[in-house]
């Protein structure tokens, strides 16, 4: 079946560290691929996608992805953490068909530390 | 642009009642609404999918008759959780795909149901 895995489901930085959130899917088919940000108690906000084309995909609030078929990962990273980052992230897939629905990974609650 | 408004954003009810819960797209039309359930500090698991003027597809182990889901116009979808229970207490957020766009989705801020 096609999932998704993110690896770490809490992860704390420093402010103004590195962050990195781990998301390989797993399929044959190179698939859709989204991260959302989860604020608590509301929606989802999307943050970036990857549909075709560079595989180096720059989003809001600063964050960016980089699409590895070979790894089958899209890993989400920002150069420097903010306070303001704190919150749940998911990687989404979709592999298209006729509602292109999301499938998403069990999230990563990010902790940035002062 | 791309708004999805929930409404309510919380709601309690008794064990045994009904709750309608309320998905509407703003500023676009909508020809495909979905309708998650998040459990806490889980992922959003997704109930089902409702195109407008159509029966909603289901997914496999979620109860159609008991979670009603109506889709009568461009910008309106509804999810009934009929005789509630407090096992069904969750985040329920709906999301909605922009007519034309094939990909990706709005999401709504979510509904907080506690039955008690």
């Known amino acids: 079946a096609q999932s998704v895995t993110q690896l770490g489901s809490h992860v704390s930085v420093s402010e103004g560290a590195l962050v990195l959130l781990r998301c390989n899917y797993s399929?044959?088919?190179?698939?859709?691929l989204f991260w959302y940000v989860q604020y608590p108690n509301q929606g989802l906000q999307l943050l970036l996608k990857?549909?075709?084309?560079?595989?180096l995909v720059k989003g809001i609030n600063g964050f960016e992805a980089e699409f590895k078929k070979s790894e089958t990962s899209f890993h989400l990273t920002k150069p420097s953490a903010h306070m303001s980052d704190a919150a749940e992230y998911f990687c989404?897939?979709?592999?298209?068909?006729?509602?292109?629905?999301?499938?998403f990974g069990t999230g990563t609650l990010l902790a940035v530390q002062p | 642009g791309a708004v999805v408004s929930q409404h309510p954003s919380w709601v309690i009810c008794k064990s045994g009642t009904s709750v309608k819960i309320e998905c509407r797209s703003l500023?676009?039309?909508?020809?495909?609404m979905f309708w998650y359930r998040q459990f806490p500090k889980q992922s959003l698991m997704l109930m089902a999918t409702?195109?407008?003027?159509?029966?909603?597809?289901?997914e496999q182990g979620v109860e159609k008759d008991k979670f009603l889901i109506n889709h009568a116009s461009l910008t309106l979808s509804t999810l009934t959780v009929t005789s509630a229970h407090p096992e069904d207490s969750s985040f329920y957020i709906c999301?909605?795909?922009?007519?034309?766009?094939?990909?990706?989705?709005?999401f709504g801020q979510g509904t907080r149901l506690t039955v008690v």
């Open positions: 399929s044959s088919v190179p698939p859709y």
């Open positions: 999301s909605a795909r922009p007519e034309g766009i094939p990909l990706g989705a709005f």
């Open positions: 409702s195109n407008e003027g159509s029966k909603a597809t289901y």
């Open positions: 989404a897939v979709s592999y298209g068909g006729a509602t292109n629905k999301l499938i």
């Open positions: 500023d676009f039309q909508a020809t495909t």
């Open positions: 990857y549909t075709t084309g560079a595989t």
